[in-house]
């Protein structure tokens, strides 16, 4: 079993930036993705950057590109989410979430067995 605790959100003008972490502990051995997902009230939870256990492949969404950046710590099993120019419409809960994955780079939250609590960021 994998837990997930993720931290650093709040509120924040628009234009500001934030650094998400999660934090991962128990059997990492059993994952090689996590990824950042994000739900708006309302909506549906949709997939916002994965990063594969090596660190080096990454992806971020489309709708966050050049904005939006995912990296890792492997010795402190820390994944972090640099978020920046932040927009209204960034506000949301922003869940960790992991997984063993055939395919590193999908964004279905279906694929991923493992979550954190989420952590909340206000854009206004």
């Known amino acids: 079993h994998v837990q997930l605790v993720e931290s650093g959100g709040g509120s924040v003008q628009a234009g500001g930036a934030l650094r998400l972490s999660c934090r991962a502990s128990?059997?990492?051995?059993?994952?090689?993705?996590m990824a950042w997902f994000h739900q708006a009230p309302g909506k549906e939870r949709e997939g916002v950057a994965p990063?594969?256990?090596?660190?080096?492949?990454?992806y971020v969404a489309d709708s966050v590109q050049g904005r939006f950046t995912v990296s890792q710590d492997k010795v402190k099993r820390m994944v972090y989410l640099q978020l920046g120019s932040l927009k209204p419409e960034d506000t949301a809960m922003y869940y960790c979430?992991?997984?063993?994955?055939?395919?590193?780079?999908?964004?279905?939250?279906?694929?991923?067995?493992?979550w954190g609590q989420g952590t909340q960021v206000t854009v206004s």
């Open positions: 979430a992991a997984g063993w994955l055939s395919d590193w780079m999908t964004l279905s939250p279906e694929r991923y067995t493992y």
């Open positions: 128990g059997n990492t051995d059993s994952i090689n993705t």
């Open positions: 990063i594969f256990r090596d660190g080096f492949d990454t």
